[in-house]
């Protein structure tokens, strides 16, 4: 059974930092690209950023880009999300994704990320 399991969220003052880590079982995760989404009170889900499973490049939202990072390790089956210089507007639940070809198959349960003015 594939599990996702985010974590790293909570309350943060604009300008702070958090690291959200999603750890990955029941799949051969160095084979999978993977991605963070996000998803604010009333607004669709949307894309943040992915790595590919070599991790020799990073791609991200215009929201984001400067500001967050995504790594991975695939000795320790997790990937990472530093979210540097925190915006009111990046309060969202955050969601971590897998994916074998370009569809993401499958989703964490996500974390919450609230981020105060």
């Known amino acids: 059974q594939v599990q996702l399991v985010e974590s790293g969220g909570g309350l943060v003052q604009a300008g702070g930092s958090l690291r959200l880590s999603c750890a990955a079982s029941?799949?051969?995760?160095?084979?999978?690209?993977m991605g963070w989404f996000r998803r604010a009170p009333g607004k669709e889900r949307e894309f943040v950023g992915s790595?590919?499973?070599?991790?020799?490049?990073?791609d991200y939202a215009a929201s984001v880009k400067g500001r967050f990072t995504i790594s991975r390790d695939n000795a320790k089956n997790t990937v990472y999300l530093q979210m540097n210089s925190l915006k009111p507007e990046d309060t969202a639940v955050y969601y971590c994704?897998?994916?074998?070809?370009?569809?993401?198959?499958?989703w964490g349960q996500g974390t919450q990320v609230t981020v105060s003015s």
């Open positions: 994704a897998a994916a074998l070809t370009t569809q993401y198959r499958y």
């Open positions: 790595i590919p499973r070599s991790g020799d490049y990073t």
């Open positions: 029941g799949l051969v995760f160095s084979s999978y690209s």
